[in-house]
DNA sequence: GTTCCGCATGAATCGATAG
DNA sequence: ACTATCGATTCATGCGGAA
């Protein structure tokens, strides 16, 4: 029977049990933040956290193909006035079960509400921590491609219509000056740091992210067809998103309401057209490997 | 005799030797990272950096008073794919000689280097470590508001000079250059995200970090007549900074080149007058303990 | 004097080549 | 098989020369 296209009631660590090795091409995942979330997910105590994700990270590891990636949005509670180390004690215990800590990417909340206590400021980034089997993992890089200077482009178009007539006349043909240095390259990568606003709603699910988000991933790491799991799923969004975007997914959440919820939000979701960038990018395969010579190990 | 407002050549761990107890008031420092600046620092292998660098932040945490901060740039190298852990790992060895892990400010880099690898993107950001003493430290937090956002759009749409629209600063959280001329609109408080270009240019020095920067943290974190210590000085321009906001500096360096660099930078520079933000702040000490209730443990 | 454009270059990383 | 070095990639920025 099909695994996947599925919303599974359950401790995703015994779930994930009854799946075969290797069939999971993206874990995107939210887990609830320590000692938050308490009355949906029983509140697990800083000190207690690394000790309880730990054997679902070890499920994860085994589900997930050795091209696969695994995307953890993660955040440390201040604790008594210091950040506690529960994240970066989950990294080292993670790379000894296997993992490579491949990257970091920081997700830039743009519209947090500005906040102030005695002695910080409002936190407005929260961590995405990439995990891979292998250094050769999947990766689709022409799918996440932006615009060239955006906010250079709106720069532009705030000149007055006088500056723009005299820059035209200056040139002689087309945009004046710096428009030149950007004709043919209209599109880049994009770097590490993430900006993207918090989910304004309110979908009874107290972590919701933006849908923006999973869907970067998810294009970046995985081809149309690839399974995207979510062992957190909450009110669906990862499930959303890959259904969007034409992939299949796996939503684990062991709170029935939230189980509820995201059967309900999926219910009516269906693939989008693919953005011009994304049919670019065709999936050419841009594995690490594929750059190595056939010799080498 | 004073042991402030000079550039001193040596190692800092036995430099600091003959310092007193609790004599700083902030420590602003961008060490050597591992395997960089291997020419003038002698490249400090990322395997060995963690015990490299302990013994130096044992006596950081002897020279600091309790009420100050000591803020640490650092960035992970990447080793053979993956992400190195020395910085979490120093994390965790910093917090066992007793120092507090109080927050971590991401510095966002607008201008970083440019490149695409199979794997990664543009690393993009900079971890800024707050570490302090005690839970009671002194924070100045008016000093460093901004104004509130859509500022820049405005400014911008009045600028018909391209040139110029591309030095201003388009950041919401703050850092452009002339924020003094919008005291008296409204003032919000920053996150703990922080924008801000690379130094780059045509200096002697291999670029560090913009002046912005450890001006920011020394108005958040000193008042006037404080003194500042950079271990690691450089080319001077934590020093630099001090002088210009009217703090006492004390800048150590190993390097003899650079400490005549500093030298040389320090002197052509002096007080600036404070701006209104910062005269607005008053130096009103917004200590932690200062906000309790008495009553409160 | 002012505006505009060309160009060097930077806390980088990877893969290939050489020792 | 391992380490050391080198070239290719790529773009925001400041500076200097030109218009």
Do not use: I, K, Y
């Given at each position: 029977m099909k695994f996947t296209d599925k919303i599974i009631l359950g401790d995703c660590e015994k779930v994930l049990q009854d799946f075969p090795d290797n069939c999971i091409d993206l874990i995107f995942t939210s887990p609830p933040y320590a000692d938050q979330r308490s009355k949906t997910y029983g509140g697990i105590k800083p000190d207690h956290y690394v000790e309880w994700f730990l054997p679902k990270t070890a499920q994860f590891f085994r589900v997930l193909k050795p091209t696969g990636t695994f995307i953890l949005n993660i955040k440390e509670r201040v604790v008594d006035g210091e950040r506690h180390t529960y994240v970066i004690d989950l990294i080292s215990k993670a790379r000894e079960q296997g993992w490579l800590w491949t990257e970091e990417f920081i997700w830039h909340k743009k519209n947090s509400y500005p906040g102030k206590w005695p002695n910080r400021f409002r936190?407005?980034?929260?961590?995405l921590i990439q995990f891979n089997k292998d250094k050769n993992f999947a990766m689709y890089q022409e799918a996440v491609m932006v615009p060239v200077g955006s906010w250079a482009k709106e720069r532009l178009a705030k000149l007055s219509e006088t500056d723009k007539i005299r820059d035209e006349s200056r040139a002689g043909s087309g945009f004046g000056k710096n428009v030149s240095n950007w004709i043919g390259r209209d599109m880049v990568y994009p770097t590490n740091v993430i900006h993207m606003a918090t989910e304004t709603g309110n979908k009874n699910h107290s972590a919701v992210f933006p849908l923006d988000l999973p869907e970067w991933f998810i294009k970046l790491f995985t081809k149309p067809g690839d399974v995207v799991?979510?062992?957190?799923?909450?009110?669906?969004?990862t499930a959303l998103a890959a259904i969007e975007l034409g992939r299949n997914f796996v939503g684990i959440d062991i709170n029935s309401e939230y189980v509820t919820l995201s059967r309900e939000r999926i219910k009516e979701?269906?693939?989008r057209l693919p953005s011009i960038a994304e049919k670019k990018a065709k999936y050419i395969v841009t594995k690490n490997g594929k750059h190595r010579k056939t010799g080498k190990k």
């Open positions: 936190d407005n980034w929260e961590r799991l979510d062992p957190f799923v909450g009110s669906g969004t979701s269906q693939p």
